[in-house]
C-alpha cells in the first residue's frame, strides 16, 4: 500500500522553527508533484508550497521568504523549512503527492495521496 507519512509538527514560539518531513512508501514507480497544504480550524485547506520533480517551487505569498520547500528524489521525501514563524501560521500541515504506484499485475497506476496531518501550533 503506498502511503504518505509526516512527521515534523509540534509547539513554537513565534519567530521560531520548525522543518516538516513527509515521505512516500509502498510500490512507487515515480513520484510528481509533491507539496504542503494547511487548514486553520474554520478555514479552507490552503496551498503552502509546491514542488516539482525537477525543483521548480511555488509558495503562498503568506510564506515567501520564510518557508523553504525541498525535497529527496532518492528517499521520495519532501520537506518543508519554516523559519520565522508566527501565530497566524498556527494549521494542520498536509503533504500530497502525485504519483505513479505499481500494481500488483506489473502495471501501473497515478494515485494523488495525502498526509494524515501533522499540528503546528506556534504561541505569540
Known amino acids: 500500500q503506498v502511503q504518505l507519512v509526516e512527521s515534523g509538527g509540534g509547539l513554537v514560539q513565534d519567530g521560531g522553527s520548525l522543518r516538516l518531513v513527509c515521505a512516500a512508501s509502498g510500490s512507487i514507480f515515480s513520484v510528481y508533484g509533491m507539496g504542503w497544504y494547511r487548514q486553520a480550524p474554520g478555514d479552507e485547506r490552503e496551498l503552502v508550497a509546491t514542488?516539482?520533480?525537477?525543483?521548480?517551487?511555488n509558495y503562498a505569498d503568506s510564506v515567501k521568504g520564510r518557508f523553504t520547500i525541498s525535497r529527496d528524489n532518492a528517499k521520495n521525501t519532501v520537506y518543508l523549512q519554516m523559519n520565522s514563524l508566527k501565530p497566524e501560521d498556527t494549521a494542520v500541515y498536509y503533504c500530497?503527492?502525485?504519483?505513479?504506484?505499481?500494481?500488483?499485475?506489473?502495471?501501473?497506476?497515478?494515485?494523488?495521496?495525502w498526509g494524515q496531518g501533522t499540528l503546528v501550533t506556534v504561541s505569540s
Open positions: 500530497n503527492a502525485n504519483l505513479l504506484a505499481t500494481t500488483s499485475s506489473y502495471g501501473r497506476k497515478y494515485l494523488e495521496l
Open positions: 514542488i516539482a520533480s525537477g525543483g521548480d517551487t
